[in-house]
Structure formats: C-alpha cells, structure tokens
C-alpha cells in the first residue's frame, strides 16, 4: 500500500519559514520524481517544486529564490524549506510522487501565513 505522509504545516507570521515533509512508503522511492503542489482557498492545486532522483530541480516562478526541495532517497523523505513567507503562500500543500507511469498523491499539510 502506498502512503505519502506530510507533515509540518502550521501558522506562521509573514517573513517567517516552515519546514515540510514527506515519508513516502510502499514505493521504490528512487524511481519517481517527487513534487510538492499547493492548492489555495477556492483556487486550482499548482505546481509548487520538484526534484528527482539524481538531485535534479524545478520551480515555480512565484517560490524561486525562498523555497528549496530536497529529498534523502535512504530516507524515503522529500522536503520543502519554505523562507520568507507570504499570504499568497497560504493553502493545503500536497506531496505527489510520480513515476511517469505512476503517480500518488498525500492527504496534505495545512499553511497558513498570517499576521
């Protein structure tokens, strides 16, 4: 049974960071690329980051330069250092972990940043 478990949300004030988490089990972790999507109030899940196997990553324009994925592939655990954080960063983050054959989504993790 797959399970992508993620951990971490909370509130936190404008300027300030949360760290999320993912534990991924039941799949053979090295094969997928690893994404982290969040989805705002009455808004379309979007694309957040993502990083394979080998380290390699992407972002959206709206995160570049303040968040940072990273996984431990021994660990079976992404990652997703969120810094200087906005509202418009508030909504459910989700893991999804996609073999390009295969995807799999977590329950998600709630952020809200406000004052």
């Known amino acids: 049974q797959v399970q992508l478990v993620e951990s971490g949300g909370g509130l936190v004030q404008p300027g300030g960071s949360l760290r999320l988490t993912c534990a991924a089990s039941?799949?053979?972790?090295?094969?997928?690329?690893m994404g982290w999507y969040r989805q705002a109030p009455g808004k379309q899940r979007d694309f957040v980051a993502m990083?394979?196997?080998?380290?390699?990553?992407n972002y959206a324009d709206s995160v570049k330069g303040r968040f940072t994925i990273s996984r431990d592939n021994a660990k079976k655990t992404v990652y997703l250092q969120m810094n200087s954080l906005t509202p418009d960063d508030t909504g459910d983050y989700y893991c999804?972990?996609?073999?390009?054959?295969?995807?799999?989504w977590g329950q998600g993790t709630q952020v809200t940043v406000s004052s």
């Open positions: 999804r972990a996609n073999s390009g054959v295969q995807f799999y």
């Open positions: 039941g799949i053979i972790f090295s094969d997928y690329i």
């Open positions: 990083t394979t196997s080998s380290g390699r990553t």
